[in-house]
């Protein structure tokens, strides 16, 4: 079987269609069933598609590096892994790792950096290899326009939906959520006067909630392998949005998708990057990451999102992705970042104007309030027990006059403030993946 056979059994085997759980633990394991599947329905064996893997590393064209990686993705067979990646290392010059289950991050990221443009056809490859995993996937890749972003995007390991989202949360006043503990994380919103806390325990299992606070309809996104969330409003244009689990990142980032119009949208920028809204950016809302015991003494009044079951055994503290957290490297491919900071370093980011800039959350720890520029203008970014907050018209000298600062402003030893801007947190290789201009503090030197 030759290259121009396989894609022309993917293509004939491509449908076209109009756009119109619980927890889930990532896992690199090897799934032979899925991969016996695979090669029944490309009509080729394990095999033969390492004969085609060959074949491609062949003709020398990096064009081919999107197919291999996918291959990579879907097939987990040791065996079949190992050959892929020899052939990736014959198009790219790098070499294997001696680890099979590195080999999809290393080439994957490498096609990132490199900004491949795959051979023609691969669109339709790409939707009909995942639409074997889920004929779902098939109208979201093919309502991509470019074939990089087709290629950029990857299988988060569950089907659309398969990470299940929050639907008009039941919530519950703070005083009766005794089972929660005052240093566990949580985040914390207010909206048109309305206060209410998402609680990580909660939160880190669904990922996503689609809500309606202060009257306005939103959505929390929370993207566990970037460690950040983000509140958007639901509203665009005379419609109100659902959104779910896509099933699929880019940057190692959610995206979700919406089910009024199939469009994509990153979690950590709001664009919708595919579908009948390609283009529009979701409006956001202010969104705190805190402790419980300081929320609840700051919003005394306020709801708090409920254990879905009722079983707080069920949603134990702590985060589900600990042992993730805590290790240095991705699950998935992302584009490679300046070692500035470890991948994984959390860092509190801030947007002012068209500028950006983020914030070791360690290196603020240890230094205290710092004035930092944002283009051109000044924030004052202030450590938190649960990592930074930043306040906006700064001026120099407003670190060492800082006395008392809540969620709406910092408050100086003359008695001004200075007002909270939108800011949020995140791993540093997804907010340079999504902000490549950022400014970054500490630079050499500083801290």
Known sequence: MTVGMVVAVVAAGATTRTRRGPAVTQSRAADPLLADAMALALGATPEQLAA??????????????????????????????????????????VLVPDDPRDVYTTYGTWMYDHDVVPVAGYRRWKATMYGIVGPEFVPL??????????????WGGVRRGGIAELNAPPVIPVSAAGYMIDTELTFGATVAGESRAYPHRILDRHELANDVLGGEPVALVDCTLCRTGVLYSRRVGGQVLDFETSGLLLNSNKIMVDRQTDSLW?????????????????????????????????????????????????????????????????????????DVFAAKERMGTVELDGAFLAVSVSALAQAGPQVLGVGGASVLAVPTPAGIRFYGDARPGDAEVLVESSDGAAVLSDGTARPRVLDGQSFW??????????AWWPQAGQG
């Open 429 to 438: 290789f997804a907010w340079y993946a999504a902000h490549p201009d950022t």
């Open 141 to 154: 890749l093919e309502s991509v326009d470019d074939p990089r972003l087709a290629a950029e995007l990857q």
């Open 266 to 338: 990153v979690q950590l920028t709001g664009e919708a990057i595919a579908g009948p809204l390609q283009g529009v950016v979701l409006d956001r809302f202010p969104l705190t990451v805190t402790r419980w015991g300081a929320w609840r003494a700051e919003h005394p009044d306020s709801s708090v999102v409920a254990i879905p079951t009722g079983i707080p055994s069920d949603y134990p503290p702590g985060a589900p992705y600990r042992n993730y957290f805590e290790a240095p490297e991705l699950w998935f491919p992302a584009a490679s970042v300046p």
């Open 52 to 93: 085609v893997a060959a074949e491609m590393a062949g003709t020398g064209d990096v064009g081919w590096v999107p197919y291999l990686v996918d291959m990579t993705r879907i097939f987990r067979v040791e065996g079949s892994v190992r050959r892929f990646g020899a052939a990736l290392e014959s198009l790219t010059g």
